[in-house]
Structure formats: structure tokens, C-alpha cells
């Protein structure tokens, strides 16, 4: 009975290491993939700031391209329109 109770504790003790090492194991690759997880989030952070940027950038040279477009008088804006459309007609 003593041998049997004495193999049974350490059959308990061996599956408690096993228990043991398997969570270390789980809980490094869970580590693991978080990290990777997060490098790509901070990768697609950094991504999308500089599109931001990037659309600012555009939007304030429309800006400025629409406020240069406002300062040529209109009968020149429309001479200017003509011409291009009619460059246009004969390239095509």
C-alpha cells in the first residue's frame, strides 16, 4: 500500500512539473505573439501617421493652389479653360 501511495505521489509530482513546464511553454509563445501583434500595431500606428501627414500636406497645397486659381481674373480662368479644352479635342 505504502509503495502504491508513494508511486501515485510521485506520478502527482511529475504531472505537476509537466503542468508546470507546459504553462511556461504556453505563456512564452503567448508572450511571444503578443509582442509580434503589437510591433505590427505600432507599424500600422506609424503608417497611419504619415498618411495623415501626408493628407495635410495635400490638403494645404490645394489650398493654396485654389487660393492662387482665385487670384486670376475670371475672363483670364476662362481663356485658360478654352485653350486647355480645346488642346484636349485635338490630341485626342
Known amino acids: 500500500m505504502d509503495k502504491q501511495i508513494k508511486a501515485l505521489e510521485l506520478a502527482e509530482a511529475e504531472a505537476k512539473k509537466r503542468a508546470s513546464e507546459a504553462e511556461r511553454t ?7 505573439a503578443v509582442t509580434r501583434m503589437q510591433r505590427k500595431v505600432d507599424e ?5 501617421w504619415e498618411a495623415r501627414q501626408e493628407a495635410q500636406k495635400l490638403r ?4 493654396n493652389t485654389e487660393t492662387m486659381i482665385g487670384k486670376i481674373p475670371l475672363e483670364l480662368r476662362e481663356k485658360l479653360l478654352r ?3 480645346r488642346e484636349r479635342g485635338q490630341k485626342r
Open 26 to 32: 504556453v505563456c512564452s509563445k503567448v508572450d511571444h
Open 44 to 48: 500600422k500606428d506609424r503608417e497611419l
Open 60 to 63: 494645404r497645397q490645394i489650398r
Open 83 to 85: 485653350d486647355r479644352d
